[in-house]
């Protein structure tokens, strides 16, 4: 009845607007208004509702509370603040004024002083679900999980069926690695609601969170017996049944997962895996082919497809899905480098070269990367192109490694002062992989042997 209320009298202002007419709101039908236009998100009508009501109530604290949630959620800080002074010796009681305050607080990354608006709004209304949540909400932010933990209980106490406190008193658990505190806890509830959904579902994650993967099962059953349609859990149990080495199970699992999918690749792809550990490998592809109809884009089942084809000895197919899987996940490494494996395997250099370079501009930090790029340039003879290279990762990894490749490259070119000094600090900073790098490049290992 208060939602139809609400609508009605937004349809009343909304054709004010729309007839260019004044029509008179009180102060208390306005404040309905603009809450509703807040409620399904559209800040443009509730900030044209607060202008209105504050030419016919500009002396309304009502009306001023509600600009003021309005500007938070515009991140307009520093005029709520505005507000928040202007209303603060009037409005202590007011509970609506007080999570704003809260809310600004937060906004600002000022955990503590947040959680002292909270407090003060404990007990004012009906609102102390909300707040205490808020509370360990801001205590998590401030890494004080135990506090957290306690006001996330509280928030259980008023409501029983809070699930947003529920699942964060078992995070809490889990965060502080109280698993057996956890685990009393379900069961605790669990004597009250045993047939709550949420509690056998966070039963079973806190089990898998301890590797108790047959327990957990038993928890996702639970769950199942309840409510057959609850998705997470066949994909939860899938996934304890791979980690015990069920394969089979885990398929059987994944196959009833896809009755209640909407998009499915994610579950096909995982099927491919399983399959992939019973050495499977045809209907791994097969899999993985359906994964790739469902989505098109996605790289994981095309990299496996990458080395199913490399270990049948089809290295044009191999290849073929590397470049695949590169061109949709440009930044993930492994994949560029697998991909500049398959193109040196192919004797194609040039674009192994390209792979290795997007490595190094993606992860400067990655050590191997840059030493990869330079082997290669020295393989193909690209020996100043080697040393500029080997000048900029020098600077990022003082690695011997490096300091061997770029003296090798020195003595190439026939600069043997630089080649010299060059082997001089590869030498003090690792002497022991110095007969490697003499039986990987002939320059160093005659220069050894003349001097």
């Not at 697998?338 to 390209?354: G, V």
């Not at 690695?399 to 600090?425: I, P, W």
Request: one cysteine or more; glycine letters at 4%.
């Amino acid at each position: 009845m208060d939602n139809f209320f609400d609508n009605e009298l937004a349809k009343k202002f909304e054709e004010m607007i729309q007839n260019n007419d004044d029509r008179y709101f009180d102060s208390e039908e306005l404040v309905e208004i603009i809450i509703y236009y807040l409620e399904i998100g559209d800040l443009a009508y509730a900030e044209l509702a607060v202008g209105y009501a504050e030419s016919l109530h500009p002396n309304s604290n009502e009306i001023k509370i509600k600009k003021l949630e309005i500007l938070l959620e515009q991140k307009k800080y520093k005029d709520a603040k505005n507000i928040i002074d202007e209303l603060k010796e009037f409005c202590q009681d007011n509970l609506d004024f007080i999570v704003c305050c809260a809310k600004y607080y937060s906004s600002l990354g000022k955990a503590r002083q947040s959680i002292s608006y909270c407090k003060k709004g404990l007990g004012l209304g009906e609102e102390d679900n909300f707040l205490n949540n808020f509370i360990a909400d801001e205590y998590l932010n401030l890494g004080e999980t135990k506090k957290a933990l306690k006001y996330y209980k509280e928030a259980l106490k008023n409501d029983l069926e809070d699930g947003y406190a529920f699942e964060n008193c078992i995070n809490c658990f889990i965060k502080m690695n109280q698993p057996n505190e956890g685990v009393r806890f379900l069961n605790h509830y669990l004597d009250h609601f045993p047939y709550s959904e949420m509690a056998w579902y966070q039963y079973g994650r806190l089990f898998c969170q301890q590797k108790n993967y047959v327990e957990a099962i038993k928890g996702f059953d639970f769950l199942l017996a309840i409510n057959a349609n609850f998705i997470g859990a066949y994909s939860y149990k899938a996934e304890c049944y791979e980690a015990l080495g069920k394969y089979k199970k885990a398929i059987e699992t994944y196959t009833d997962l896809l009755e209640l999918e909407f998009t499915k690749s994610m579950t096909y792809y995982k099927i491919g895996k399983c399959y992939l550990r019973l050495e499977n490998m045809d209907k791994a592809m097969t899999f993985f082919r359906k994964s790739l109809v469902e989505d098109p884009q996605f790289p994981r089942p095309m990299m496996e497809l990458s080395y199913i084809y490399e270990a049948k000895g089809l290295f044009s197919e191999a290849l073929h899905f590397a470049k695949e899987a590169v061109n949709f996940s440009e930044e993930n490494i492994d994949y560029q480098k697998r991909l500049a494996l398959l193109y040196i395997e192919n004797n194609k250099y040039e674009e192994a070269l390209l792979c290795l370079k997007k490595i190094t501009e993606i992860k400067p930090s990655y050590f191997y990367g840059w030493y990869a790029y330079a082997e290669v340039l020295i393989a193909v003879g690209a020996t100043d192109k080697a040393l500029q290279e080997l000048a900029i990762a020098t600077q990022v990894h003082q690695r011997a490694e490096l300091f061997y490749q770029m003296s090798h490259c020195f003595f190439d070119l026939k600069n043997e002062v630089d080649g010299k000094k060059t082997l001089v600090k590869a030498v003090d900073l690792d002497a022991t992989i110095l007969k490697d790098f003499m039986n990987k490049y002939e320059t160093i290992k005659n220069f050894i042997e003349k001097h």
